[in-house]
């Protein structure tokens, strides 16, 4: 069975600082993988997505993610983090009718 | 347009109410899906529709009903909820189908539901 694990329930950075979330799947074939922002009562945003090619994706507001099949990992970094980044990241691996979401990593940006 | 459409955004309902969400996307998908989120939670789904029939239902308890009248709209009627029910309820659609263009699920903003 497909699932995903976010090793970080919390993670706190300071503005300007380097970013990097963690995500850990297990999949029994090629993985469609996504993250995805949340910020407080608010719907999800996709940030970026994989599906096959190039295992560097980037995606919007600066961020990009590296599929690495060795680890089964796809971790989101970003170099330089903004305060508005300061939301709950979500890592999902599946197909259109199957998807599942890890639990979450929530961000606190420091001033 | 590649929006997803919830209303209302807030809700608030006694145990015996009887009420409805509901959620609109005009990209021409042809699935779309209830999700269930309570606080500091991920999703959880609850059901899936695709092509306008019901193809997922994730054990849910028979006081939700969702509803698909056609390819643009979908509901959720609620009826004898309890509190433990309050969570944000979030709708989203996806093209149908394998492959690497139907994978990616469009999210609305979700509807806060409170049950008194």
């Known amino acids: 069975a497909q699932s995903v694990t976010q090793p970080d329930i919390h993670i706190t950075v300071s503005e300007g600082a380097s970013l990097e979330l963690r995500c850990n799947y297990s999949?029994?074939?090629?993985?469609?993988l996504f993250w995805y922002v949340q910020s407080p009562g608010q719907g999800l945003q996709l940030l970026l997505k994989?599906?096959?090619?190039?295992?560097l994706v980037q995606g919007i507001k600066g961020f990009e993610a590296e599929f690495k099949r060795s680890q089964s990992s796809f971790n989101l970094r970003k170099p330089s983090v903004h305060w508005s980044d300061a939301a709950e990241y979500f890592c999902a691996v599946g197909a259109w009718n199957d998807m599942r979401f890890g639990a979450g990593t929530r961000l606190t940006v420091k001033p | 347009d590649t929006e997803v459409t919830q209303t209302p955004k807030h809700l608030v309902m006694g145990m015996t109410n009887k009420k409805s969400l509901k959620c609109e996307q005009h990209m021409g998908h042809r699935a779309m899906y209830w999700y269930k989120q309570k606080a500091k939670k991920p999703p959880e789904l609850m059901f899936v529709y695709s092509y306008e029939k019901l193809s997922i239902n994730e054990s849910v308890p028979s006081r939700f009903s969702p509803e698909c009248p056609n390819s643009s709209l979908l509901n959720l009627h609620l009826h004898a909820l309890q509190p433990e029910d309050s969570a944000l309820y979030l709708c989203a659609s996806s093209q149908v189908g394998e492959g690497d263009f139907y994978n990616e699920q469009f999210f609305g903003p979700g509807t806060r539901l409170t049950v008194l």
């Open positions: 999949y029994g074939a090629t993985p469609y």
């Open positions: 994989y599906f096959s090619g190039d295992t």
